[in-house]
């Protein structure tokens, strides 16, 4: 593992910089020699903890996604994963600080910014949109 990727490691957790369940699958990671299949992730998180739950375990795969969109890990090409045996992405820890996901909208926000587009089109007495 690079300097710079310690480096990031670091400040990323003394500043708390990411929400918990993305530090601890990121922390996993790290642990893990800093590369590795989410299988290598799940597997090696059980051995460290036992008491995981099973949906939890499952959900590193997620994190490790979203991490990868905040920059904090990247994909490394793929590989054989020797837990699975299936060819899985490689993930890697990269040598970024986390920046922030975009929020998705909720429904009631898309329903919203529609409504007004309608509007400013003159076509709102054409459409009737009601929430739930």
Request: glycine share 6%; hydrophobic share 30%; proline share 5%.
């Amino acid at each position: 593992m690079r300097e710079t990727s310690m480096a990031a490691w670091t400040a990323i957790n003394s500043g708390r910089l990411l929400p918990r369940r993305r530090l601890e699958a990121y922390n996993f990671l790290y642990q893990l020699g800093g590369s590795g299949t989410s299988g290598e992730v799940m597997e090696f998180a059980k051995n460290s903890d036992p008491s995981l739950s099973q949906t939890y375990l499952n959900n590193i795969d997620k994190r490790l996604s979203e991490l990868r969109d905040t920059g904090v890990t990247r994909e490394a090409g793929r590989k054989v994963c020797p837990i699975t045996g299936q060819t899985r992405i490689n993930w890697t820890i990269s040598d970024e600080l986390p920046v922030p996901l975009e929020k998705r909208k909720t429904n009631r926000q898309k329903i919203s910014e529609l409504t007004k587009f309608l509007s400013e089109k003159g076509l709102t007495e054409e459409f009737s949109v009601r929430y739930p």
